[in-house]
């Protein structure tokens, strides 16, 4: 279905918000409660950098005041773009052992040598046992060159168990314990609703990273509302709900949308998500001084109705490449196919544009997880619950990043 052109307010957002539009619907979260309140509830004051246009919010209950755009440096290759944002007042980098097969911590480290207190600084791993989470974080204070981190994180849980797993817990209050890490957290692609009760409900944890954008449903979204009232500071990770770059050119070079000539889409997802104050701060990957600009800019400004138009058109643009991660699909494929972390992999490649990422990431999958058993599948049983093609996307895996 075609969008309308010169379409009002009034009759966009019943048409395109509050109804089910053709092929889903896109902005799942935008329902009648967030669009009230978004619109009609004068919001808080913050704490701003008027000169620098920088919003600060307080990290929960750990108190630190952090700049509301964080820096993601999963993806950044040149210090001097970090080196900028930490000029720029942003105070709030994230990191893990396993980016850039640990450069990445290398590359943070020298750069916050000399100004380590002026950031607040989280690393992660993604092992499971008591011995593993503790060498390799004790590795990650090595690659940083220092000798505690902020908040050291269990990374990518996908299930309320592994949250109060016994290993997982232990050596976080060990690492805690011994100074090395000041406060605990968990990172989270998928579960996330579940995940965060069972934080809650431990009374353990002080920060939680998780993937929250535009295209999150009103389970996660009540989550996080859940976790910020219960004092755990909440990151937003994958803010965009899927970069797409061919698609963000397409849309700067050819889209001309009834007064949205000048308007981006990332920056309209970034907006969506700080626009939640259940958010603390936010970590989009920043890979250039144009990214960091952009994100930069949108601070201090309000989300708004041709936010809103913009998000929606990129999300029928996108809304059959973009894998929500919700986890229905886990476990089903009679064959082991790993399909949740394929798709994640995929869209590193797709829609980040980083090739190397999706391959190193694929290469980590045992050769029974991986997609090179569907080229002779006849027929996918493994249903989508928003209709993404599955058997097209592992088959374009597998072709791209085996």
């Given at each position: 279905m075609k969008a309308k052109k010169n379409i009002g307010r009034r009759e966009f957002i019943k048409n395109s918000i509050f109804g089910a539009l053709s092929g889903g619907v896109y902005l799942n979260s935008?329902?009648?409660?967030?669009?009230?309140?978004?619109?009609?509830?004068?919001?808080?004051?913050?704490?701003?950098?008027?000169?620098?246009?920088?919003?600060?919010?307080?990290?929960?209950n750990i108190g630190y005041n952090t700049s509301v755009v964080g820096f993601g440096a999963m993806l950044t290759n040149d210090p001097?773009?970090?080196?900028?944002?930490?000029?720029?007042?942003?105070?709030?980098?994230?990191?893990?052992?396993?980016?850039?097969?640990?450069?990445?911590?290398?590359?943070?480290?020298?750069?916050?040598?000399?100004?380590?207190?002026?950031?607040?600084?989280?690393?992660?791993?993604?092992?499971?046992?008591?011995?593993?989470?503790?060498?390799?974080?004790?590795?990650?204070?090595?690659?940083?060159?220092?000798?505690?981190?902020?908040?050291?994180?269990?990374?990518?849980?996908?299930?309320?168990?592994?949250a109060v797993n016994e290993d997982i817990m232990s050596a976080l209050e060990k690492l805690k314990k011994e100074g090395k890490a000041r406060y605990i957290g968990i990172s989270a692609h998928s579960s996330e609703a579940e995940i965060i009760d069972a934080m809650i409900n431990s009374k353990f944890y002080d920060l939680l990273t998780v993937k929250y954008n535009y295209r999150s449903d009103e389970k996660l979204i009540k989550a996080v509302e859940r976790?910020?009232?219960?004092?755990?500071?909440?990151?937003?990770?994958?803010?965009?709900?899927?970069k797409w770059w061919t698609h963000v050119i397409t849309w700067r070079r050819g889209y001309t949308g009834h007064k949205m000539e000048d308007l981006n889409p990332c920056q309209a997802a970034?907006?969506?998500?700080?626009?939640?104050?259940?958010?603390?701060?936010?970590?989009?990957?920043?890979t250039s001084f144009q990214q960091l600009d952009e994100n930069f800019s949108i601070m201090g400004s309000k989300f708004s109705w041709s936010d809103r138009k913009?998000?929606?058109?990129f999300a029928r643009m996108t809304d059959k490449l973009y894998c929500r991660m919700c986890g229905e699909c886990s476990n089903i494929c009679p064959e082991n196919v790993n399909i949740p972390d394929i798709m994640r992999f995929l869209m590193y490649a797709d829609g980040y544009g980083e090739l190397e990422l999706g391959r190193d990431s694929y290469k980590s999958l045992s050769f029974n997880e991986r997609a090179s058993k569907c080229i002779e599948c006849n027929h996918c049983v493994v249903p989508c619950v928003n209709k993404l093609n599955i058997k097209e996307r592992m088959l374009r895996a597998h072709s791209k990043l085996a």
């Amino acid at each position: 279905m075609k969008a309308k052109k010169n379409i009002g307010r009034r009759e966009f957002i019943k048409n395109s918000i509050f109804g089910a539009l053709s092929g889903g619907v896109y902005l799942n979260s935008l329902n009648r409660t967030t669009i009230i309140k978004n619109f009609s509830v004068e919001e808080e004051s913050n704490k701003k950098n008027k000169e620098e246009n920088i919003e600060y919010r307080k990290l929960g209950n750990i108190g630190y005041n952090t700049s509301v755009v964080g820096f993601g440096a999963m993806l950044t290759n040149d210090p001097s773009v970090l080196e900028r944002a930490l000029d720029m007042g942003i105070n709030y980098i994230d990191t893990a052992r396993s980016y850039k097969g640990g450069n990445n911590e290398i590359m943070v480290g020298k750069v916050i040598k000399k100004r380590r207190k002026d950031v607040f600084l989280t690393t992660k791993n993604k092992q499971r046992s008591m011995r593993t989470i503790v060498n390799d974080a004790e590795e990650s204070l090595k690659a940083l060159g220092t000798d505690y981190i902020d908040c050291f994180l269990a990374h990518d849980l996908t299930s309320k168990e592994q949250a109060v797993n016994e290993d997982i817990m232990s050596a976080l209050e060990k690492l805690k314990k011994e100074g090395k890490a000041r406060y605990i957290g968990i990172s989270a692609h998928s579960s996330e609703a579940e995940i965060i009760d069972a934080m809650i409900n431990s009374k353990f944890y002080d920060l939680l990273t998780v993937k929250y954008n535009y295209r999150s449903d009103e389970k996660l979204i009540k989550a996080v509302e859940r976790a910020n009232k219960a004092g755990i500071a909440v990151v937003a990770m994958k803010v965009m709900g899927g970069k797409w770059w061919t698609h963000v050119i397409t849309w700067r070079r050819g889209y001309t949308g009834h007064k949205m000539e000048d308007l981006n889409p990332c920056q309209a997802a970034l907006k969506w998500v700080i626009n939640d104050k259940n958010i603390a701060t936010t970590i989009p990957s920043i890979t250039s001084f144009q990214q960091l600009d952009e994100n930069f800019s949108i601070m201090g400004s309000k989300f708004s109705w041709s936010d809103r138009k913009t998000l929606d058109k990129f999300a029928r643009m996108t809304d059959k490449l973009y894998c929500r991660m919700c986890g229905e699909c886990s476990n089903i494929c009679p064959e082991n196919v790993n399909i949740p972390d394929i798709m994640r992999f995929l869209m590193y490649a797709d829609g980040y544009g980083e090739l190397e990422l999706g391959r190193d990431s694929y290469k980590s999958l045992s050769f029974n997880e991986r997609a090179s058993k569907c080229i002779e599948c006849n027929h996918c049983v493994v249903p989508c619950v928003n209709k993404l093609n599955i058997k097209e996307r592992m088959l374009r895996a597998h072709s791209k990043l085996a």
